[in-house]
């Protein structure tokens, strides 16, 4: 099936993404499981330019912990959702890894580069909600 096929038959199939959905909290418990950093999610679905619904931001401290955090994201959301990224991408920049489940996109970054690139404030009319490692939300 090719990668046009993939996309349209996903988006027909999956239904709007919560913050409370089962995807979205995976997502959230690897991140925190692998220690990321200043993790917070943006809403974007009242926003008309958006290709998803939320993307997910998280920071690691080196690029062991980059690509670690990506990979556990990939494997504990295949295990527990069966899914499979539409695409993954910079696993060899060692800078920021994206990760797209076409509903949800995770991104990995070095500090440096989510100074720079300011997804954030890109995305300033999205709803942003912080999530503390620590409480587990």
């Not at 919560?18 to 979205?24: E, G, V, Y």
């Not at 993790?39 to 980059?66: G, Y």
């Not at 920021?96 to 989510?114: A, F």
């Not at 690139?117 to 890109?122: D, F, G, P, T």
């Amino acid at each position: 099936m090719n990668n046009l096929n993939l996309l349209e038959k996903r988006q027909k199939s999956t239904k709007r993404i919560t913050r409370s959905s089962k995807l979205f909290k995976t997502i959230l418990h690897a991140i925190q499981e692998k220690k990321g950093e200043n993790v917070v999610s943006l809403d974007l679905k009242k926003i008309h330019e958006a290709v998803t619904d939320f993307f997910i931001i998280c920071e690691a401290t080196n690029p062991v912990q980059l690509k670690s955090i990506a990979d556990f994201v990939e494997e504990e959301v295949q295990k527990k959702c069966g899914e499979k990224p539409f695409k993954s991408t910079g696993h060899q920049g060692e800078q920021w890894i994206l990760i797209d489940y076409i509903n949800i996109v995770v991104h990995i970054m070095m500090s440096n580069s989510r100074k720079f690139y300011k997804l954030e404030e890109m995305w300033s009319d999205a709803e942003i909600k912080e999530h503390d490692i620590n409480s587990g939300k």
